[in-house]
Each structure stands twice: as C-alpha cells, then as structure tokens.
T-cell receptor, first 117, second 111 residues
Framework: DVKVTQSSRYLVKRTGEKVFLECVQD?????MFWYRQDPGLGLRLIYF???????EKGDIPEGYSVSREKKERFSLILESASTNQTSMYLC????????????????FGDGTRLSIL | LAKTTQPISMDSYEGQEVNITCSHN???????ITWYQQFPSQGPRFIIQ???TKVTNEVASLFIPADRKSSTLSLPRVSLSDTAVYYC????????????FGTGTRLQVFP
C-alpha cells in the first residue's frame, strides 16, 4: 500500500513565522501535490510537482512556496504565516498519467491541521 | 474544466443501497469521472473511476449514461463505516493537477 506521511497532525504557529510542512511518500511517485481544505470550500490545490526540482502553481499559490529536492519528499513553506492560512493541509502523490486510458489515483496523507495565532 | 454538482448531504440506514448522483453537463470527450471518499481526520481515498457505462469494484459501482452528463455512485448495503464525504471529480487523465475537489456529499448512515 502507498504510504504518504505528513510530519505533523497538528501544528500551532504565530503570525509572521516561517512554517514548514513536510510530506514523504514511499512509492516512488513522480507527482506530488499540496492542497488546503476549508469548510464549505472543498480541497484547493496550492502547488504540485511532477519531478524533482520541478514545481507548478495550483489555484491558490499566494503566500506559499514549495521545495522538492528529493523524489520522495515535498515541502510546503508558508513564508510569513498569516491567520487566514489556518487550515487543514493535505499532501498527495500519484504516478504520472498514462498515455492512454484513465489517470492514476492520488494517494493522500492524513493531513496537518495548522493554526496560526 | 467540467464543473460538477452533487447533493450537499444524504442520510441512509444500515443495509440500504445508497446512490449519489453527480451532474457534469460540460464534460469533455477526454474526461474521466472519479470518485473519492473521505473519513473525518483522514485524507481522501480513491474509490472508483470510469469513462462510460458501468464500472464495478469491490467497494462500489459507477453508472454513467450514454450522454455522460451525469454519473451515479452506488454503494450497496451501506454500514455505519460508510459515513463519510464523497467527492465526484471530472477531468482528463493528463490534467491531474486540474482536478477539482468540490465540497462533496456528506453521507450519514444511521443504525
């Protein structure tokens, strides 16, 4: 079974701090994703990466950056945390899509509930 | 991008069959339909995916009519452990990053 591990289940930080959220997957997946999940808004894609050192902006990248130095690890960075970044953060990984046929499922971690005070 | 519409919530009782319908009027030719399940305090989990007609696995069935403008996730004989949020996603396989998880359907199963 694919295992996506997020370093913390709960995290409390202060406004203005630089915050690192870590995600590790053990299935050699090329694709990795960071989402945030807020009540009434569903999951929204922040950034994704389809290879080491590659990154692409998702729908809501403002205030965030990412790092992918190794294939198994994808880090989300809040450059200067603000209260509106209080949320549940979910990391996912997947194989790249095939040339034909259905896409690959995304495998999610259990999330990090981040509170910014 | 195909937008999806699904009920906000549904209630059922143990042992019943539950059908959750998703509307996607703007589905494109290359789009597939994928369903995920999310339990509280966990990340979403892939359930089933299909392109047309019917797909069945050990967990659920997915019915897709010929016009593909809607799809129905069918959960046979639900149990309390099926209480979760169910998301319908529509998109092309090569646009993995463009898949949109909406707010989903919150299914509550009662004893």
């Amino acid at each position: 079974d694919v295992k996506v591990t997020q370093s913390s289940r709960y995290l409390v930080k202060r406004t203005g701090e630089k915050v690192f959220l870590e995600c590790v997957q053990d299935m050699d997946h090329e694709n990795m994703f960071w989402y945030r999940q807020d009540p009434g808004l569903g999951l929204r894609l922040i950034y994704f990466s389809y290879d080491v050192k590659m990154k692409e902006k998702g729908d809501i990248p403002e205030g965030y950056s990412v790092s992918r130095e190794k294939k198994e690890r994808f880090s989300l960075i809040l450059e200067s945390a603000s209260t509106n970044q209080t949320s549940m953060y979910l990391c996912a990984s997947s194989l790249p899509p095939p040339l034909v046929g259905p896409g690959e499922a995304q495998h999610f971690g259990d999330g990090t509930r981040l509170s910014i005070l | 991008l195909a937008k999806t519409t699904q009920p906000i919530s549904m209630d059922s009782y143990e042992g019943q069959e539950v059908n959750i319908t998703c509307s996607h009027n703007n589905i494109a030719t290359n789009d597939y339909i994928t369903w995920y399940q999310q339990f509280p305090s966990q990340g979403p989990r892939f359930i089933i995916q299909g392109y047309k007609t019917k797909v069945t696995n050990e967990v659920a069935s997915l019915f897709i009519p010929a016009d593909r403008k809607s799809s129905t996730l069918s959960l046979p004989r639900v149990s309390l452990s099926d209480t979760a949020v169910y998301y319908c996603l529509v998109g092309a396989p090569y646009n993995t990053d463009k898949l949109i998880f909406g707010t989903g359907t919150r299914l509550q199963v009662f004893p």
